[in-house]
């Protein structure tokens, strides 16, 4: 391996070495870390005015520039420096934060998500500066430290201050490629509505012996409310829902089914289940592409601990999201949800659904001259035909570019399905860090021509 090689996993692994879990206050200080290393390296690299964008309360902002092309465009790049958190622990081959190669892999926390592919962005312009002493085009830096937790911090700077943003296109790094040396550019991505859904019965937990069967139970009120939202079928009962949602166009379609796509193979490697469930009538793209969905991520309430305690709790929580796809408004989709809540709540229990983080979904024309040169740039240089995908997660900043800056989102992603993202064991494929690291310079270079 060549020691320009060698320098760039090394500094990765220093990088994902830094456990900036942005949900856990106690590692408030290694988010800061993780920020202060980001814009050191865009100092190394050759950006200016490189700084952190504090605020009481958040985790700062990394900003950088460099225009010296006039005449040229100006992309805006977008990454994010915070992680999931770690847990399960014993469900990881090797140490979360310790970064361990196996079959050409980096496994460790944040290495695809989005340490890594921040790390192909700021390798790109380091050599592209090394090797011309200048870039072929502006460019703008923007790196969060709180995307995994809704993000509210880069939303209100985004809102507040368009003219220090002021591009032609972003550029993120925070998506997959569909297969295996196949370039993929992602134009669609689903929004969300986040939120707890608390139910209230009795003042406190009751002798389920001595009032079972008068009492109310509100975990029990939980599930009925629940299954009123969403039926067996994956339909999402909330009146109103479906009335904005946007259907792919005859061309994605067509597109999509033309796709490397083995449906069982799907099912058994990428999910793990028996049967593939979801909102029957539409195939695996639409559900997870262009539906939206109503999940629960979790319920609490009651006694859940070893052995038997016989109650009947006085409150529950259920965790619960909606995905959202293009023309659906987060704000409606949240009224549309606790209106729904309402008429679902049965008797003796008071139920609310609370907000807590929400985004809207995005949908970026593939005609676009900054998509279309980034996938002219990936064909040249992995030798294959660049395709066009949705995702059915979420980026809030995408919709964010489009309101408040009025520009495009060029997703432009390295990672692979199965690198379990937010899961144990999550990982970067080595040989996609370079290939991502020369698609961004090659693309760079194309936008200056």
């Not at 008068?214 to 067996?232: G, M, S």
């Not at 991520?297 to 009947?312: Q, S, Y």
């Not at 001259?369 to 979420?394: C, H, W």
Request: net charge negative.
């Amino acid at each position: 391996m060549s020691s320009t090689r060698q320098s760039v996993l090394d500094g990765l692994f220093d990088f994902l070495r830094i456990p900036s879990v942005s949900t856990d206050p106690e590692r408030k200080s290694d988010v800061l870390r993780a920020a202060q290393f980001a814009a050191d390296a865009l100092r190394r690299a050759g950006m200016e005015e490189v700084r952190l964008i504090e605020k009481e309360g958040r985790h700062p902002l990394v900003s950088a520039e460099w225009l010296h092309a006039p005449g040229k465009p100006t992309l805006l790049f977008y990454g994010h420096y915070d992680v999931q958190p770690a847990e399960p622990l014993h469900e990881w081959l090797s140490p979360p934060f310790e970064p361990t190669v196996r079959n050409e892999n980096v496994y460790a926390r944040g290495a695809v998500d989005d340490k890594g592919q921040v790390w192909i962005q700021i390798q790109a312009l380091t050599q592209l500066m090394a090797e011309r002493g200048r870039l072929p085009i502006n460019v703008r830096v923007l790196l969060e430290g709180e995307e995994e937790v809704g993000g509210e911090f880069i939303e209100e700077y985004v809102a507040s201050k368009p003219a220090h943003l002021k591009a032609d296109a972003a550029l993120v790094c925070d998506t997959e490629m569909f297969a295996p040396g196949l370039p993929t550019i992602c134009t669609g991505l689903r929004g969300m509505v986040y939120g707890e859904l608390h139910v209230e019965g009795a003042k406190v937990d009751l002798h389920s012996g001595i009032y079972g069967g008068a009492a109310p139970n509100p975990i029990t009120a939980i599930a009925e409310i629940l299954t009123k939202l969403k039926d067996a079928g994956g339909h999402i009962l909330i009146p109103g829902f479906y009335d904005r949602v946007r259907p792919p166009s005859i061309e994605e379609r067509a597109a999509w089914s033309r796709l490397p796509f083995n449906e069982t193979e799907y099912r058994e490697k990428e999910i793990g289940s028996s049967e593939l469930t979801g909102e029957q009538g539409f195939d695996v793209f639409e559900r997870t592409w262009a539906r939206p969905t109503l999940e629960v991520h979790g319920i609490r309430g009651g006694f859940v601990g070893e052995g038997a305690k016989t109650v009947i709790p006085a409150r529950a929580v259920a965790k619960v999201s909606a995905r959202l796809v293009a023309d659906q408004d987060p704000s409606e989709a949240l009224r549309q949800i606790q209106e729904a809540v309402k008429a679902a709540t049965p008797k003796g229990v008071t139920a609310e659904f609370r907000f807590l983080h929400g985004a809207a979904p995005s949908l970026t024309d593939p005609s676009s001259p900054f998509i279309q040169k980034a996938a002219a740039a990936m064909d040249e240089l992995f030798q294959n035909k660049t395709v066009y995908i949705r995702s059915g997660g979420s980026i809030p900043i995408v919709g964010l570019f489009q309101k408040h800056l009025g520009i495009p989102s060029v997703l432009m992603g390295f990672g692979l399905p199965d690198d379990n993202l937010h899961a144990p064991n999550e990982k970067f494929h080595i040989p996609n860090l370079f290939a991502g690291i020369e698609s961004v310079k090659h693309y760079l270079t194309k936008l200056g021509q």
